[in-house]
Structure formats: structure tokens, C-alpha cells
């Protein structure tokens, strides 16, 4: 599928959106307690293809899909083996795309579909697992200057900067490598803006509203488009993440430049900030804790600022706790361990674990060398991303490394290098990302750039 086109305005006047299909796969166990040896161990077992390109696995081996100047490149993680090359051209971004199987390539036109070739099919109580080679797909999302990726309870929401535009899709659905139109929802914001979209679990949809120049209004709308929850003070509103739900629903926190505000409970509720100027851009929930984790800026005239604090907000007191781990990092330096550990790559070459609870440093691991963030957000510099496996996986651009790292243990596990330097990386494992039941998760970045 491609071309696809926004059809309905989603502002107060808005017209009814078209019924999202109920189409998806059995939801499939991963490999989150396998370690990626044991993967490895597995694949060498395998069986012989089936006729559909596919091997027959007894468990999956996660696959690091990275980005770098001329392509993407997909590597098995327990071999550091890159298992296929595919040339592309320009600036490339990644997200996962929901189904623990698909990557969605953002280029300058819109979003490509990327399979992994990790395929998880469920067979009543158990599970089936293959194997293929990593493709690009030919399916695409129009999407001038595509911007957020969101994943959220079973659904993925794509937002079109360049027109306002937002797409959504049963996350499973992608199981095929196949968007089908009849199974995507199609909506467009007031103006364009570099904006966001969060389907919640009831059906009701999370999105900003702003302009090219100014943004502060973030809305709630019912599926018949009535607006039922409104913000308008999150000035500068970016980024998003999904914390731990209440009886009453989804917990979403979004950045502002006066301080976060926390949509709970069907409401908004600002958190309070001792500083005038307070900007969270980038934001890391967990399916189990009511803590996010976010980037914390207070210099309203830097141009790049390199702040050393980041914040520990509670989505249920509307507070927020900061903790200053005495070196810089930058927006690709946040995640989320498989128990809720905040994680932040500093420039000192650490991956700091911290309890999300109390602000204590559990682990600091040696990962990479010092390094300092790129004047230009483009250029190749460390990151760090969890896949469902529960590792920690962390690209360093000096040496053109992937490390592996246990994040329980405090241990670098594994280091392979590439045959490229490394700018961007998803992680897959066969597992859904966010499934569409009661402790689904979302730990989408807001990209702070």
C-alpha cells in the first residue's frame, strides 16, 4: 500500500474515522528470558526452509537493524554476523514498528516498511519460529517530512510533520508485510506541525495541535472526533511517552517547555518545576512503573545544550526528581530496562543504571570511549536501545561497534564490529513491542532535535 492520504480532520468538527480492521495474528511469546547464545544454539538446529524463503528456528536470535551513510544494515546479535546490506539514500531514520518483526525507514518522503525476517506464528498454546533474510518491502506511507512513530496497546500511529497528517494501524496486522488499506485509519491535524499521535486502549486518540512556529495544545478526542480532554499549556510540546496505567486508563506524559504535563484519569495535570524554563523532549515510560524518565534542560538561550540532569517524573503525584549524573548526554542517550532501570549513556563513556525509583546508581559500565555530542543531531554519535529481550544495545561511532550489554549484571557481554559507522539502530526480537492488552507498553522517544 502507498499513497496513503489523511481524510478526516481531527479537530472539533471532525467526521467519524473509518473502522480500524480486527485482523491481527495470535500474540506471540519472545525470546525475552532466551540468552543470545542460546538463540545462537538454536538457529545452528534449524530446519530446512518451508517453500516461503523461511527456516524453521527453535528460538529467535534478536536482530539490530542499523543505519548508516548509504543504507540500513540488519545483524544477528548473537553472531554479530550482518546478515544483509540494502542501499538507500539520504538521511535515514529507524522505529520499530510494533509486531517484533517490522522497522519503519523514515526518509525524506515518507515511511518504509522493513522486514527483519523475524516471524513468530502462534499455534494454539505454543509457538512456531522462522527465519528469512532481512528486505526492504515496497510497502510505503506518503509522509512529507515524516516525523514520530508511536506504538501504544497494539496500535501503531505515524505523524506526517509536513502535513499534519496521521496514520494508524493494528501493529500486528504488519505480520504479513503487508498495509492494508482497509486496516489503517487515516487522520490530519488542524496545521501542519512537527506533532505526535497516541492511540489509547479505550479507542480515543492523544494528539498535539500547533503550527509551524508554535505548538502548546494537546487533545483528547472520542472516535467520533469530540474533543474530551484538552491542555493548551505544554508551550513547545514534545516527545511522549506511555507510563504505567491507572484502573481508570493509559498514563501519557509529554514535554513542554514550562515543565511536563501528565494526561491521567480522562484529564491533564501539569507537573510542577522549580524553573521557569523547563524542557523534557525526550521521555521513557515502562509498562510496570507510574515513573518516566526524561531529559532535563533549563537554558532557554543555548543553542545545544549538554545538560548532566536528567528527571524521574511521577505520573501519579505530578512531581518530578532530578538527578545529576555530573556528565552530559544527549537525546539518543536514554532507555528502559526490561524491570523499569533507567538508563543514560553519558559522555564519559558509561551506561548509567539507575533504581527509576529512588535516583540510585546501580551499575555504571564501561561501554565506549569519551565522547561528546555532534553540533549537527544528523551525525553519527553513541546510542543506546532495549530491545524485549530485556539487553541494553549500544552503537559506537568512533570504533563502528555494536555492544551488547546486561543491564541486571552491570557487563558488557558481547562487542562486534561493523563493516560501517553505525548512526541509528531498532532492535527486534519477535516479540510485540506494545501488544494490545493490559500491560502494553510504549517506550517511544520524543527525538529531541
Request: glycine share 10%; proline share 5%; aromatic share 6%.
Given at each position: 500500500?502507498?499513497?496513503?492520504?489523511?481524510?478526516?480532520?481531527?479537530?472539533?468538527?471532525?467526521?467519524?474515522?473509518?473502522?480500524?480492521?480486527?485482523?491481527?495474528?495470535?500474540?506471540?511469546?519472545?525470546?525475552?528470558?532466551?540468552?543470545?547464545?542460546?538463540?545462537?544454539?538454536?538457529?545452528?538446529?534449524?530446519?530446512?526452509?518451508?517453500?516461503?524463503?523461511?527456516?524453521?528456528?527453535?528460538?529467535?536470535?534478536?536482530?539490530?537493524?542499523?543505519?548508516?551513510?548509504?543504507?540500513?544494515?540488519?545483524?544477528?546479535?548473537?553472531?554479530?554476523?550482518?546478515?544483509?546490506?540494502?542501499?538507500?539514500?539520504?538521511?535515514?531514520?529507524?522505529?520499530?514498528?510494533?509486531?517484533?518483526?517490522?522497522?519503519?525507514?523514515?526518509?525524506?518522503?515518507?515511511f518504509s516498511l522493513f522486514d527483519t525476517g523475524l516471524i513468530a506464528e502462534g499455534h494454539g498454546d505454543h509457538n512456531h519460529y522462522f527465519v528469512s533474510d532481512p528486505v526492504l518491502t515496497d510497502e510505503t506511507v506518503d509522509a512529507p517530512e515524516p516525523g514520530h512513530v508511536v506504538v501504544h496497546h497494539g496500535k501503531t500511529a505515524l505523524f506526517?510533520?509536513?502535513?499534519?497528517?496521521?496514520?494508524?494501524?493494528?501493529?500486528?496486522a504488519l505480520s504479513d508485510s503487508e498495509i492494508k488499506d482497509d486496516e489503517v485509519q487515516e487522520y490530519s491535524t488542524d496545521t501542519a506541525h512537527h506533532g505526535v499521535a497516541v492511540p489509547l486502549s479505550g479507542g480515543d486518540l492523544l494528539l498535539t495541535q500547533g503550527?509551524?512556529?508554535?505548538?502548546?495544545?494537546?487533545?483528547?478526542?472520542?472516535?467520533?472526533?469530540?474533543?474530551?480532554?484538552?491542555?493548551?499549556?505544554?508551550?513547545?510540546?514534545?516527545?511522549?511517552?506511555?507510563?504505567?496505567?491507572?484502573?481508570?486508563?493509559?498514563?501519557?506524559?509529554?514535554?513542554?517547555?514550562?515543565?511536563?504535563?501528565?494526561?491521567?484519569?480522562?484529564?491533564?495535570?501539569?507537573?510542577?518545576?522549580?524553573?521557569?524554563?523547563?524542557?523534557?523532549?525526550?521521555?521513557?515510560?515502562?509498562?510496570?512503573?507510574?515513573?518516566?524518565?526524561?531529559?532535563?534542560?533549563?537554558?532557554?538561550?543555548?543553542?545545544?545544550?549538554?545538560?548532566?540532569?536528567?528527571?524521574?517524573?511521577?505520573?501519579?503525584?505530578?512531581?518530578?526528581?532530578?538527578?545529576?549524573?555530573?556528565?552530559?548526554?544527549?537525546?539518543?542517550?536514554?532507555?528502559?530496562?526490561?524491570?523499569?532501570?533507567?538508563?543514560?549513556?553519558?559522555?564519559?563513556?558509561?551506561?548509567?543504571?539507575?533504581?527509576?525509583?529512588?535516583?540510585?546508581?546501580?551499575?555504571?559500565?564501561?561501554?565506549?570511549?569519551?565522547?561528546?555530542?555532534?553540533?549537527?543531531?544528523?551525525?553519527?554519535?553513541?546510542?543506546?536501545?532495549?530491545?524485549?529481550?530485556?539487553?541494553?544495545?549500544?552503537?559506537?561511532?568512533?570504533?563502528?561497534?555494536?555492544?551488547?550489554?546486561?543491564?541486571?549484571?552491570?557487563?558488557?557481554?558481547?562487542?562486534?564490529?561493523?563493516?560501517?559507522?553505525?548512526?541509528?539502530?531498532?532492535?527486534?526480537?519477535?516479540?510485540?513491542?506494545?501488544?494490545?492488552?493490559?500491560?502494553?507498553?510504549?517506550?517511544?522517544?520524543?527525538?529531541?532535535?
Amino acid at each position: 500500500m502507498s499513497n496513503i492520504k489523511p481524510t478526516f480532520a481531527l479537530s472539533a468538527a471532525v467526521a467519524a474515522a473509518l473502522l480500524l480492521s480486527a485482523c491481527s495474528t495470535a500474540d506471540p511469546a519472545g525470546s525475552g528470558d532466551l540468552p543470545a547464545t542460546a538463540a545462537a544454539s538454536a538457529a545452528d538446529d534449524a530446519t530446512d526452509t518451508d517453500g516461503a524463503g523461511r527456516t524453521e528456528v527453535a528460538a529467535l536470535s534478536p536482530r539490530a537493524v542499523l543505519t548508516y551513510d548509504g543504507g540500513v544494515m540488519t545483524v544477528d546479535t548473537a553472531s554479530g554476523e550482518v546478515l544483509a546490506t540494502t542501499e538507500m539514500e539520504g538521511f535515514l531514520r529507524l522505529n520499530n514498528a510494533g509486531d517484533g518483526r517490522h522497522v519503519m525507514v523514515s526518509s525524506s518522503d515518507g515511511f518504509s516498511l522493513f522486514d527483519t525476517g523475524l516471524i513468530a506464528e502462534g499455534h494454539g498454546d505454543h509457538n512456531h519460529y522462522f527465519v528469512s533474510d532481512p528486505v526492504l518491502t515496497d510497502e510505503t506511507v506518503d509522509a512529507p517530512e515524516p516525523g514520530h512513530v508511536v506504538v501504544h496497546h497494539g496500535k501503531t500511529a505515524l505523524f506526517s510533520d509536513g502535513t499534519g497528517a496521521i496514520t494508524v494501524m493494528d501493529s500486528e496486522a504488519l505480520s504479513d508485510s503487508e498495509i492494508k488499506d482497509d486496516e489503517v485509519q487515516e487522520y490530519s491535524t488542524d496545521t501542519a506541525h512537527h506533532g505526535v499521535a497516541v492511540p489509547l486502549s479505550g479507542g480515543d486518540l492523544l494528539l498535539t495541535q500547533g503550527t509551524a512556529d508554535a505548538r502548546n495544545t494537546v487533545q483528547v478526542l472520542a472516535p467520533e472526533g469530540e474533543v474530551i480532554a484538552e491542555t493548551t499549556d505544554c508551550p513547545g510540546v514534545h516527545g511522549e511517552t506511555a507510563a504505567q496505567p491507572t484502573a481508570d486508563g493509559d498514563v501519557v506524559v509529554l514535554g513542554c517547555e514550562n515543565g511536563p504535563v501528565v494526561y491521567r484519569d480522562g484529564g491533564f495535570h501539569k507537573v510542577a518545576v522549580e524553573e521557569d524554563y523547563q524542557r523534557s523532549g525526550n521521555l521513557f515510560g515502562h509498562h510496570a512503573s507510574s515513573i518516566v524518565l526524561a531529559d532535563y534542560k533549563t537554558d532557554p538561550d543555548a543553542s545545544l545544550e549538554r545538560p548532566t540532569r536528567i528527571g524521574l517524573i511521577d505520573t501519579l503525584a505530578d512531581s518530578v526528581t532530578t538527578v545529576d549524573l555530573g556528565s552530559a548526554y544527549w537525546f539518543r542517550s536514554l532507555a528502559r530496562g526490561a524491570d523499569g532501570e533507567a538508563l543514560v549513556l553519558t559522555y564519559d563513556g558509561q551506561l548509567n543504571v539507575l533504581d527509576e525509583e529512588t535516583g540510585e546508581v546501580l551499575h555504571q559500565i564501561d561501554v565506549v570511549e569519551p565522547w561528546e555530542e555532534p553540533t549537527e543531531w544528523q551525525l553519527p554519535a553513541p546510542l543506546v536501545k532495549v530491545g524485549a529481550d530485556g539487553f541494553a544495545y549500544l552503537t559506537d561511532a568512533a570504533t563502528a561497534q555494536l555492544h551488547v550489554v546486561d543491564i541486571a549484571a552491570g557487563t558488557v557481554r558481547d562487542s562486534f564490529d561493523l563493516p560501517e559507522t553505525p548512526t541509528e539502530l531498532a532492535i527486534v526480537t519477535g516479540e510485540p513491542e506494545s501488544p494490545g492488552h493490559d500491560d502494553d507498553h510504549d517506550d517511544d522517544d520524543g527525538d529531541d532535535h
